[in-house]
Nanobody, 125 residues
Framework: VQLQASGGGLVQAGDSLRLSCATS????????VGWFRQAPGKEREFVAA????????YYADSVKGRFTISRGNGPNTVYLQMNSLEPEDTAVYYC???????????????????WGQGTQVTVSS
């Protein structure tokens, strides 16, 4: 499974962005999908995740109520809608996918064997 993250950019605080994660070589129907981010000098952190069938979604406390993870109209795209962006959201955002991830482990990056290349999100104040 190959993942391609896109949609990042430079925006102002309060703006919105929608990140896309597209897969080739498989469909997200068979995979849980997570979004993670890494800011300069910081460790990679969990942002949001969606279980394989979409029955469970999880969010980091810092983005809850502002970000939404969802699947696209087709089975090969997952989105991360980011609203009310803050300068603290500035980071490289990565999408990741994996099979057989139990819901309690969706926040753990080590559970995801497949990763996209990352897309930069910069929020100016």
């Amino acid at each position: 499974v190959q993942l391609q993250a896109s949609g990042g950019g430079l925006v102002q605080a309060g703006d919105s962005l929608r990140l896309s994660c597209a897969t080739s070589g498989g469909t997200f129907s068979n995979y849980a999908v997570g979004w993670f981010r890494q800011a300069p000098g910081k460790e990679r952190e969990f942002v949001a995740a969606r279980s394989r069938n979409g029955g469970f979604t999880y969010y980091a406390d810092s983005v809850k109520g502002r970000f939404t993870i969802s699947r696209g109209n087709g089975p090969n795209t997952v989105y991360l809608q980011m609203n009310s962006l803050e300068p603290e959201d500035t980071a490289v955002y990565y999408c990741a996918a994996g099979q057989g991830i139990i819901t309690s482990s969706l926040r753990s990056p080590e559970r995801y064997p497949y990763w996209g290349q990352g897309t930069q999100v910069t929020v100016s104040s």
